[in-house]
């Protein structure tokens, strides 16, 4: 036999009160609303024996809320995404992950998807050309928040790292310790966050009186072999370069493994350094320098603005753009050139 599937008007028949006294109870707003201690109680056992789940379509179709938040991303943020899980799980939102690997496409996609499907708000780590779309979901006023980069023409809330600033130091860690042809391994992505990175390491050198050296690795060449290539075409003339600063950690554990394999020698001649930490830096000989981005702070915020957004009503408009300080771990790779 069905075990019978309660209704929110089926729990209010059966103590004799409202719909809405009941909705009051489920959601924490007893006392606020003046519901007896005792009433209370006897609901929230008898939910609980029942194992009484809401209709969410429901719930959603009668408020215009669904408690879901979208976070678009890319897979290297899942030490934030679980911050935000947390986060939200906390206030009584769900969140749905998805990765948009930093294409517009899939991102416009996505997007398209669940705006129709009233989600409460959007968490992007933005792709490069879907400015019109985010600006379409703030001018609508459904609360979205940037991370990790943002579009300097569209006034939205984000979060971010202090890109230029933190590359700046590191390079100048190197250039105090005695290197003085640095080369800035890069992508050629015109984002923000990568552009930062690029301006901190050219003011660093600038201010030093030193020449750029940049290699900037076309984003789109999914050929590894056609990226090694670049890579060594650059660094096979030792006397080019006698460090390296990576403008990601990808880029510098790619770049790490193919001198280890093809230039041995540069390993323990050369300085490196590298933006975004990764457990295998220290464990590698010499041990990495990095900039460690604060994960933990930056998933924090992201969800302290978002329900700062949802919470806000009469069309208040809030907008805050938070640049938090990076942590510079420096270790072997980075000492005084001998």
């Given at each position: 036999?069905?075990?019978?599937?309660?209704?929110?008007?089926?729990?209010?028949?059966?103590?004799?009160?409202?719909?809405?006294?009941?909705?009051?109870?489920?959601?924490?707003?007893?006392?606020?609303?003046?519901?007896?201690?005792?009433?209370?109680?006897?609901?929230?056992?008898?939910?609980?024996?029942?194992?009484?789940?809401?209709?969410?379509?429901?719930?959603?179709?009668?408020?215009?809320?669904?408690?879901?938040?979208?976070?678009?991303?890319?897979?290297?943020?899942?030490?934030?995404?679980?911050?935000?899980?947390?986060?939200?799980?906390?206030?009584?939102?769900?969140?749905?992950?998805?990765?948009?690997?930093?294409?517009?496409?899939?991102?416009?996609?996505?997007?398209?998807?669940?705006?129709?499907?009233?989600?409460?708000?959007?968490?992007?780590?933005?792709?490069?050309?879907?400015?019109?779309?985010?600006?379409?979901?703030?001018?609508?006023?459904?609360?979205?928040?940037?991370?990790?980069?943002?579009?300097?023409?569209?006034?939205?809330?984000?979060?971010?790292?202090?890109?230029?600033?933190?590359?700046?130091?590191?390079?100048?860690?190197?250039?105090?310790?005695?290197?003085?042809?640095?080369?800035?391994?890069?992508?050629?992505?015109?984002?923000?966050?990568?552009?930062?990175?690029?301006?901190?390491?050219?003011?660093?050198?600038?201010?030093?009186?030193?020449?750029?050296?940049?290699?900037?690795?076309?984003?789109?060449?999914?050929?590894?072999?056609?990226?090694?290539?670049?890579?060594?075409?650059?660094?096979?003339?030792?006397?080019?370069f006698d460090a390296i600063f990576f403008a990601t950690n990808y880029l510098a554990v790619n770049g790490l493994?193919?001198?280890?394999?093809?230039?041995?020698?540069?390993?323990?001649?050369?300085?490196?350094?590298?933006?975004?930490?990764?457990?295998?830096?220290?464990?590698?000989?010499?041990?990495?320098?990095?900039?460690?981005?604060?994960?933990?702070?930056?998933?924090?915020?992201?969800?302290?603005?978002?329900?700062?957004?949802?919470?806000?009503?009469?069309?208040?408009?809030?907008?805050?753009?938070?640049?938090?300080?990076?942590?510079?771990?420096?270790?072997?790779?980075?000492?005084?050139?001998?």
């Amino acid at each position: 036999m069905k075990k019978k599937r309660y209704s929110l008007k089926d729990i209010a028949k059966e103590f004799g009160v409202s719909s809405t006294t009941i909705s009051f109870i489920l959601n924490g707003k007893a006392k606020e609303k003046r519901i007896s201690e005792e009433l209370t109680n006897k609901v929230l056992e008898f939910t609980t024996k029942i194992n009484y789940r809401p209709n969410q379509l429901a719930q959603s179709l009668r408020t215009g809320k669904s408690k879901i938040i979208v976070v678009m991303l890319e897979d290297i943020y899942s030490r934030i995404a679980r911050i935000i899980e947390d986060q939200a799980y906390k206030k009584g939102y769900r969140v749905l992950f998805c990765s948009n690997d930093n294409e517009d496409k899939r991102s416009i996609e996505l997007i398209n998807l669940f705006r129709n499907r009233q989600v409460d708000g959007y968490i992007i780590v933005p792709s490069p050309g879907i400015e019109k779309e985010v600006k379409s979901l703030v001018d609508e006023g459904v609360p979205v928040i940037l991370f990790d980069r943002y579009f300097p023409n569209l006034n939205a809330c984000h979060v971010t790292s202090a890109n230029m600033q933190a590359t700046y130091t590191g390079v100048n860690n190197l250039i105090q310790n005695g290197y003085k042809n640095i080369l800035f391994v890069s992508t050629d992505v015109k984002q923000t966050q990568m552009l930062d990175r690029k301006q901190g390491y050219e003011s660093a050198i600038a201010e030093n009186g030193l020449t750029p050296n940049i290699l900037e690795i076309p984003y789109r060449e999914k050929d590894m072999s056609k990226r090694k290539q670049m890579f060594r075409q650059k660094v096979e003339n030792s006397a080019s370069f006698d460090a390296i600063f990576f403008a990601t950690n990808y880029l510098a554990v790619n770049g790490l493994e193919f001198l280890q394999d093809e230039f041995p020698d540069y390993i323990d001649t050369k300085g490196f350094f590298s933006f975004d930490d990764v457990p295998l830096f220290k464990l590698f000989k010499p041990s990495i320098s990095a900039i460690y981005q604060p994960l933990e702070k930056i998933g924090e915020q992201i969800m302290s603005l978002m329900l700062e957004k949802l919470k806000s009503k009469n069309g208040e408009e809030i907008i805050r753009k938070i640049e938090l300080d990076c942590d510079i771990r420096y270790r072997s790779s980075s000492l005084p050139k001998t």
